[in-house]
């Protein structure tokens, strides 16, 4: 009740400053909602509807200030939170537009529906805590200990790069009702009817499709080709997510695949197609997560867990 109250006071706080404050200008592109379109191009690409950068709402209070600086780990991390970031993939990486495209894992009005329970580990979760577990896991921040089993000078709740990312989530949530789901969120996954099973997969297959459409961003060896100033993230190998992140899981990267890929035509591969991709880029080597025999003790191990031993 606590972690509610307060998202609620923020909500409220952003919500009371925007109504004394000019409105930012309206984008030129065509939104979804509050998202930029699923079925965006290159044009919105790197487009926020909501940037805290640009936003005159926002002033040189703290609280703004922490804003911006979440915004700015969020869609540089490897940059802005070095320390916590031994691979190169960003937030951004996944969650397209800084969390603000439909059907790419969009993050916006989420921070009201925390705490929330969290599967993997068997309890309730406060925002703070999910941003760890990103940090540790797709950024790899595990990697960053000399003793990698070790929790030490690993990021916490109370770390500062956490604390910014959790102010922009929550300034994303501006105007969200707390508590209720936003329409938008999970409809970034293939239904269950159309799951196949792992053992059904092959990663043959998909590196053939890897090969078709894939590697005008990602390049042959998936460590990503340098576009302009940008370049696409590392699927696998030491710069990508760690064996314990939500994109080491099969159907959770084919949903990702799914409707966030390819980049220049999102929603152009099959579920099927999606799906041997996923298989694919799975079965490659990348870092370790050292503490994954303390997730799914009270719940079920899924069954595209591939990195974890069955139980």
């Not at 200008?25 to 926020?48: D, I, N, Q, R």
């Not at 790419?104 to 921070?111: E, F, K, R």
């Not at 501006?174 to 293939?190: L, Y």
């Not at 080597?285 to 191990?301: A, H, I, S, V």
Request: hydrophobic fraction near 35%.
């Amino acid at each position: 009740m606590k972690h509610r109250t307060s998202a609620t006071v923020l909500i409220v706080m952003f919500a009371l400053a925007a109504a004394c404050s000019p409105s930012p200008p309206a984008p030129w592109y065509k939104l979804s909602g509050p998202l930029v379109s699923s079925k965006t191009t290159m044009a919105t690409a790197w487009e926020f509807p909501k940037n805290p950068l640009k936003d005159p709402t926002l002033d040189d209070s703290k609280l703004s200030n922490e804003i911006r600086l979440g915004f700015r780990i969020f869609t540089d991390t490897p940059h802005e939170a070095p320390q916590f970031t031994p691979s190169k993939v960003s937030c951004n990486n996944c969650h397209l537009n800084g969390g603000q495209r439909e059907r790419s894992l969009p993050l916006v009005g989420v921070a009201g529906m925390f705490p929330e329970y969290n599967k993997r580990s068997g309890r309730l979760y406060s925002l703070g805590d999910r941003i760890v577990d990103c940090f540790i896991r797709s950024e790899n921040a595990t990697g960053m200990n000399e003793a990698p089993d070790s929790q030490e000078a690993l990021p916490a709740t109370t770390s500062k790069e956490v604390l910014a990312v959790s102010a922009y989530l929550t300034w994303l949530a501006r105007g969200s009702e707390v508590g209720r789901n936003p329409a938008w969120r999970g409809q970034n996954t293939i239904a269950s009817s159309d799951l196949i099973p792992i053992a059904k997969l092959e990663p043959r297959k998909g590196e053939a499709l890897f090969l078709e459409h894939c590697t005008n961003c990602h390049g042959e060896d998936g460590q990503g080709v340098q576009i302009g100033d940008k370049k696409a993230g590392p699927l696998w190998g030491p710069d990508s997510w760690n064996d314990g992140a939500g994109a080491a899981r099969v159907y959770t990267l084919a949903g990702i695949i799914r409707y966030s890929m390819p980049y220049l035509d999102p929603g152009r591969l099959t579920d099927e197609e999606a799906q041997q991709l996923a298989a694919f880029i799975d079965s490659k080597p990348r870092p370790r997560y050292p503490f994954k025999q303390q997730d799914y003790r009270t719940e079920k191990l899924p069954p595209d867990s591939v990195y974890y031993a069955k139980r």
